[in-house]
């Protein structure tokens, strides 16, 4: 790499002269000039590596420095600093470089506002002594604050006991390329292992991801070649219990589940989904609006009044209005359900932050009833747990992130959670919108490709596009009239969504073609 050269200054008179003629001018240079501000012998150059002033040398320590947080680079770090005693070290400057291997000529345009974009930067570093003068140097920053892609890594069965060896993963880093992988495999019981998968950048950045491993099972014959997702969980939170009836020991009579989407074209935006395996077990996910609880009810009917799971995504009206109605009405417990999964809502910053379109009546009608259930669990990012045989891990809830929210925290707080088969899973990501977006996909990146999502907030004003080219989905759901999606009048943005995925070729289902079902095996 070309190093841009020290100008060295001739004497006080040239100096003097320099400093006449910038203050003529009346302001500062935008490119960036090399002065050394003290006297030094004419003959003096620089060595390489060095840049050397009348006795004073500076070593910049190595070429290339890697970073998280270019902001916080100190720069007294990168150089050696001999022949001073009273110094300062600070950053004079940043220009953006196109590549590692870029000629960097002795001048330039440099810019004094940290950079906030990644990529590769030449610093210009100035060394003040008060006895010996300044003098300027140049190093190279890379930075870097995205952590490595891990891809591969998925729950897998094996013939054997599994090693290191058998599990096939790869990492990639933005900016470094490819990344090794290290690789550890922890037995949980006879039959259960746990890998895990890291994967660290230059800059330090970290990747983690996890896998269960089952041996005794069919799989792929110990190549971990072909490794297919188990539909066997655990949750490591306590508050998490898993029931026999939600989900326990499901995997061995369930192998295919039909997830379905319920609308009402002439109606506003909601969401009620079911999720049926194939003997004959139900799971609602919300329900709509008080006013759908008679289509809940009927779908309940069908199943024997019976209910294994009811997932509430978050207390809005259009996802728990129905419920409500539903289960305080049920007096004789007609409807049996046997487990309640929400997310744990901070009452006080609710009311608090609670605009009119929040409707708090109906969070706290679900409030009063929840007071009254033995069998409701508040799930949390990070949980997993086994949900009629399919694998549900959650990658959102109401947190501490939420709390710090202004405004609409009841949908930033929904549960954003993913069903996974041996072979297609789906994501629901309820009414999480573009602020939690950056909380979402530094942890959970690598885990949330699905071949079905259903958009977040209907659709409308929620995640952004780079969110979904990270799920990557084979097939999305709008829960939204067209009045919602296909307006192009500014009120809503739905269409975007819509002319986005239309231009990629992936098919949308929506509120005119409801029902629409789904297979997830």
Partial sequence: MKKRRIIEAAGVILFCFLM???????????????????????????????????????????????TQDIASVDPGSLVEVKGAKDYTVSIDGYQKLESLDADQNQTGEFSNTVPEEEGYYQVSIMISDKEQGSIMTDAVLVYDKTAPE????????????????????????????????????????????????????????????????????????????????????????????????????????ADSWQITQYGDEGGYQYMFYTIVDNTGRLVIVDGGFEGNADVVRNVIKQHNNHVTAWIITHPHPDHVGAFNAIMSANTDNAVTVDRIYTIPVNKER?????????????????YSLSQTMN?????????????????????????????????????????????????????????????????????????????????????????????????????????????????????????????YFAAKGIPEYRFTTAPNTVVVE
């Fill in 20 to 66: 006449v003629i910038g203050v003529a001018a009346g302001t500062k240079k935008n490119q960036h000039q090399t002065l050394i501000s003290t006297e030094v012998a004419a003959d003096e150059l620089q060595t390489e590596g060095f840049a050397v002033a009348d006795g004073m040398e500076v070593n910049v320590l190595q070429d290339v420095f890697y």
């Fill in 150 to 253: 891990i891809a591969g890594v998925a729950d897998a069965s094996f013939d054997s006991e599994p090693t290191e060896d058998m599990i096939t993963c790869s990492a990639t880093d933005n900016i470094d390329g490819p990344v090794d992988c290290q690789k550890q495999i922890e037995k949980i019981s006879d039959e259960e292992y746990k890998v895990t998968v890291k994967a660290v950048d230059k800059a330090g950045n970290e990747a983690v991801a996890t896998a269960m491993l089952t041996v005794g099972a069919e799989g792929d014959n110990g190549t971990g070649q072909e490794q297919q997702q188990s539909a066997a969980a655990s949750s490591d939170s306590a508050n998490v219990e898993q029931d026999t009836n939600a989900g326990a020991g499901a995997q061995n009579v």
């Fill in 350 to 366: 609710y009311e608090a932050t609670a605009q009119d379109y929040d409707d708090i009546g109906a969070f706290e009608k679900f």
């Fill in 375 to 499: 069998n409701i669990s508040y799930l949390n990012a990070g949980d997993e747990l086994d949900l009629i045989g399919l694998r549900m891990q959650v990658f959102h809830s109401w947190d501490a992130n939420v709390d710090a929210l202004p405004d609409h925290l009841c949908n930033d707080g929904s549960m954003m959670f993913k069903v996974s088969g041996r072979k297609k899973s789906m994501l629901f990501c309820a009414d999480v919108q573009s602020e939690m977006e950056p909380y979402i996909l530094a942890s959970y990146r690598n885990q949330l490709h699905a071949d079905y999502v259903q958009l977040g907030h209907h659709g409308n004003w929620g995640l952004t596009t780079d969110f979904y080219d990270v799920v990557n989905p084979s097939a999305v759901f709008f829960d939204g009239p067209r009045s919602l999606i296909d307006d192009e009048s500014g009120k809503y943005d739905g269409y975007l969504l819509r002319n």
